[in-house]
């Protein structure tokens, strides 16, 4: 190890680190699948089904969807894996990186280059992703969060659930679709930190999550989450439902890691300016892929060769 201005740099990173890493990413690419698929038939559903149980009903019975939602049930094991190894504020930041991997899967599907606005935003979000990732300790903290700090915090997260998808309702297109992807934003937040007690209670038993209230909450936040994710997919705009999604799962993710678990970002003085330039940056090109991405399926869906099946 090197000592440098007081931190501890890790020169050859642990293998524990490294396989947080791997699976980090590993799941990002599952959610960045389940983005592309599910929203190509999410959009097709009519607006009366918008943030109600029967949207869902609609949806299972289109397989590309049900492929997407698949992605999505392996991602969530491979993310509890990465939490299992590493901090929230360290592991989810690098899931953000699923919106670039959704720009080039969208490529793929409609044979169209990514343009050179977007080629700068994935530098940007990957040089952002690595000096944020530099001032962040990689392991430590607590897996769960005192009950006192959920009191406080739990009520904030359903205010701010609750106001956005109030605002979501007097709006239409892209507004409507901002308004509900922060709110699954948040709630899929929540849910990565309640991950993180549930793989915490099932290391003293398959069956030892039972008398603890995280793993109910966690299944809540998740299906909540997932109805607001699809109502705001069904908007059709991709670029605002899922550009602010995938800016608030991380933010929200690492705000309650920072506040709830102890978790620490080890920097002083100047390193906070990198730190926040850093969001700032990860924030900005996060939704000028998001738009991109939403650019390029706006195309497949055009395509006569990609046009959707009606629904039977």
């Known amino acids: 190890m090197l000592q440098i201005k007081g931190r501890v740099i890790v020169t050859l990173m642990s293998g524990q680190v490294v396989l947080a890493i791997a699976l980090a990413v590993l799941t990002a690419f599952l959610y960045a699948l ?3 698929l599910q929203f190509m038939e999410a959009e097709q559903v009519p607006d009366e089904y918008s943030l109600r149980l029967g949207l869902i009903a609609r949806l299972v019975r289109r397989p590309r969807w049900l492929v997407g939602y698949a992605a999505d049930v392996f991602g969530f094991f491979t993310l509890a894996a990465a939490l299992s190894l ?9 899931i953000a990186s699923g919106i670039l991997m959704a720009l080039f899967l969208g490529a793929a599907l409609t044979h169209r280059s990514v343009p050179r606005s977007d080629w700068l935003a994935a530098a940007v979000l990957s040089v952002g992703l690595a000096a944020f990732l530099y001032e962040v300790a990689p392991t430590g903290g607590r897996d769960l969060a005192p009950a006192g ?4 915090a739990g009520p904030a997260v359903v205010v ?4 956005c998808i109030a605002c979501a309702q007097g709006v239409r297109g892209r507004p409507r679709g901002a308004f509900l992807g922060v709110a699954a934003g948040i ?9 993180k007690a549930l793989v915490h209670h099932l290391q003293d038993g398959i069956f030892a999550w039972v008398d603890h209230w995280e793993p ?3 299944v809540a936040a998740s299906i909540g989450g997932l109805v607001v994710a699809q109502s705001a997919l069904q908007t059709g705009a991709l670029g605002a439902a899922v550009g602010a999604s995938e800016a608030m799962i991380p933010i929200t993710a690492a705000a309650l890691g920072l506040g709830l678990l102890d978790e620490r970002i080890e920097t002083v003085g100047a390193g906070w300016v990198i730190v926040t330039i850093a969001v700032v940056a990860v924030v900005w090109a996060i939704l000028v892929l998001a738009r991109g991405e939403e650019l390029l399926l706006d195309v497949a869906g055009a395509s006569p060769t990609l046009a959707l099946e009606p629904e039977g």
Do not use: E
Not at 149 to 152: D, E, G, K, S, Y
Not at 160 to 163: C, D, E, F, R, Y
């Open 187 to 195: 709630a899929f937040g929540v849910a990565a930190v309640l991950t």
């Open 34 to 36: 389940s983005n592309v």
């Open 149 to 152: 700090r959920w009191i406080v």
């Open 86 to 94: 590493a901090a929230v504020v360290f592991v989810m930041p690098i």
């Open 216 to 218: 109910y909450v966690m």
């Open 160 to 163: 701010g659930i609750g106001v």
